[in-house]
């Protein structure tokens, strides 16, 4: 089995990573399902997406799309910072970094980071931002989140390491602050900014999900990250959890306020406004 050279160097002042899991397999029945069904998931999106270009003229939700793509670069970062261990010997490896990473995942990110935020910003424009519309959109990603990780956990597709705490059905529930988080932003900053994103700058919309993505999951999941990898006691890692999801109760304060105020100084532009430049 291929491990972490970080985890077996031990460097003179002693400090060494938390070991992930040894021998572990990747489960192919489970792999050959999550495969099928997410990419089966991308598909029906990117071909809604070529429907809502042919009917509106923009291609936007496509942007949106080849941005949930271009995410899935922070995966091993995040994996890697927050202990999330994918076994290695029979993973269908779409690319590796920090760590490897599988096919089925960037299917995934197509979806819940490129799908999910462009329709959270139609929301946006079509009905205005409220604290109470905010936080119902975190809620939808709460649960959305919730219900890919639980049986992607379950089958061992990949497995959460270096105890940590509160720990529901396998699933920390710390990590639903980290990871709706940047979609939020994303789409809020599009609903406060069109102007900006509009004629060649409206391909910035790609990386866009990416850069919000990474910043608010380290500036979310910074505490909890620090405690794992130092594998502090216990209380220190609860501790550290709370303010984690402290900080993200904080993040969606602040996204709401940001987009109560673009709500109400804006009129809700249209797809053809973001990506056209005409800026009428």
């Not at 089995?1 to 160097?9: A, D, G, I, W």
Request: proline share 9%; aromatic share 12%; net charge neutral.
């Amino acid at each position: 089995m291929t491990t972490n050279p970080l985890v077996s160097t031990r460097p003179a002042d002693g400090f060494v990573l938390p070991a992930p899991p040894q021998g572990l397999a990747y489960p192919q029945t489970a792999q050959l399902v999550a495969t099928v069904l997410a990419g089966s998931a991308m598909t029906l999106v990117v071909l809604y997406a070529l429907r809502e270009w042919r009917r509106s003229r923009s291609p936007l939700m496509l942007t949106f799309l080849a941005g949930g793509a271009v995410c899935y670069l922070n995966e091993p970062i995040d994996d890697l910072l927050g202990l999330v261990w994918y076994p290695r010997p029979g993973q269908w490896t779409a690319f590796t970094t920090f760590s490897p990473v599988p096919w089925w995942g960037l299917f995934v990110y197509v979806v819940f980071f490129g799908a999910v935020p462009y329709l959270a910003l139609n929301s946006m424009r079509s009905r205005g931002v409220t604290l109470r519309s905010t936080w119902t959109w975190f809620g939808a990603f709460f649960v959305l989140d919730a219900l890919i990780e639980q049986p992607i956990i379950h089958s061992g597709l990949y497995v959460y390491y270096g105890d940590p705490p509160f720990l529901l059905l396998g699933f920390p529930l710390y990590w639903m602050f980290i990871n709706a988080g940047g979609p939020m932003v994303e789409a809020t900053l599009l609903l406060a900014a069109p102007r900006f994103f509009s004629g060649p700058r409206a391909l910035l919309v790609i990386p866009l999900g990416m850069v919000t993505d990474i910043a608010c999951s380290t500036s979310v999941g910074w505490p909890i990250f620090s405690a794992l990898n130092a594998q502090a006691p216990a209380p220190v890692k609860w501790g550290a959890a709370v303010l984690t999801m402290t900080l993200g109760v904080a993040l969606v304060q602040a996204i709401a306020v940001l987009g109560i105020r673009a709500s109400a100084a804006t009129r809700p532009p249209s797809d053809s406004l973001v990506l056209t430049g005409d800026g009428h």
